[in-house]
């Protein structure tokens, strides 16, 4: 469901920064970048240290956070744990969540291999969430168990990144939970399965010139949209170069070939312009697509109608 496609599970230990890239994002980052892109960079396990964490507050509002970093030779490793529950400021707006994650680095000549494993539960009350004014004290579980590995190999300028993610979600949703025994209330279990590799060449004249090749496979099935799954072949390429000290230059180019719909073109071409170490200006013009979510095509209830002839949006 693609609403639920930011639940992932991390720490605040976890994250070293967070980038926010204005725009012209979908020929990088893929579909449904259309209004920008937000990338998470996460910490490295690069030397011994630890934190306990408590805190609490009103309406029974409670958090806990532990986390671990070992570093051995050039294996480092990073264990994190994070509990939060509050019974919430109104009606039906309590909340229990979960998060745990288990993150190793490998450091290796020329490169690095990194592993990832995180898993989040969360149970919390969705008031009038997907139904506005109508007044339904609605209650929701979810569950996300995610895998992400990440090879890199830089050899004299030259750059490979090969990486796999994979990614399950278990939602159950119950739109009245009044009703003891609810006719509303769905099961869904969905899984995103994403091989992909990218090279990078670092050349005189013409920049950072980059080739990315992505396969991708999703797969839902639900007590209410049914069984359903599609795959996508993409291909992107990205160019960036510095025409002078402030003045930087950037092109890329995307495909996306998704099953059940027409091929899908995106691509940009952006200016940056560096005022200061903290300040710029940027001039992008793009191309950018977002393909529906399996909700949006087949999802069904008393307040929602899927459309299963919807078209990928473009922008």
């Known amino acids: 469901l693609g ?9 605040r230990e976890d994250i070293q920064r967070i980038e926010v890239i204005p725009g012209v994002g979908s020929s ?3 579909p449904d970048a259309i209004g920008g892109a937000i990338n998470i960079i996460l910490k490295k396990p690069q030397k011994k240290g630890g934190i306990l964490e ?8 409670w958090s806990s956070l532990f986390s671990i970093t070992d570093k051995i030779n050039d294996l480092g490793v990073r264990l994190s744990v994070e509990n939060q529950e509050s019974a919430g400021f109104s009606e039906d707006t309590d909340f229990k969540k979960f998060t745990a994650t288990l993150v190793s680095s490998l450091e290796i000549p020329d490169g690095a291999f990194d592993l990832g494993w995180g898993y989040l539960e969360k149970e919390f009350g969705a008031y009038d969430f997907y139904t506005p004014g109508l007044g339904y004290p609605s209650k929701e579980w979810i569950k996300t168990y995610h895998l992400n590995t990440g090879f890199t190999l830089d050899k004299e ?4 990144k090969p990486n796999f993610l994979w990614r399950r979600h278990y939602d159950k949703f119950m739109l009245d939970k ?3 025994r609810s006719r509303s209330l769905n099961h869904h279990r969905s899984d995103v399965y994403t091989p992909n590799i990218y090279f990078q060449k670092e050349t005189e004249i013409l920049g950072r010139i980059g080739l990315g090749l992505e396969y991708g496979e999703e797969r839902i099935n639900s007590t209410v949209l049914g069984k359903y799954n599609r795959d996508h072949k993409s291909m992107f390429i990205d160019n960036s170069k510095d025409l002078t000290s402030k003045l930087s230059l950037g092109l890329s180019a995307r495909t996306d070939d998704y099953d059940g719909f027409d091929q899908a073109y995106a691509g940009s071409l952006n200016f940056r312009y560096k005022i200061s170490d903290e ?3 940027h001039f992008g013009v793009s191309r950018s697509i977002r393909i529906p979510a399996f909700h949006e095509l087949y999802y069904n209830d008393s307040t929602t109608t899927g459309d299963s002839a919807l078209s990928c949006e473009k922008s």
């Open 279 to 281: 300040h710029s200006l």
């Open 28 to 30: 990088l980052f893929g």
């Open 54 to 61: 408590l805190k609490g507050g009103q309406y029974k509002t």
């Open 3 to 11: 609403h639920y496609n930011c639940d992932l599970p991390l720490t």
């Open 157 to 160: 300028g030259f750059i490979i």
């Open 178 to 180: 009044t009703q003891i």
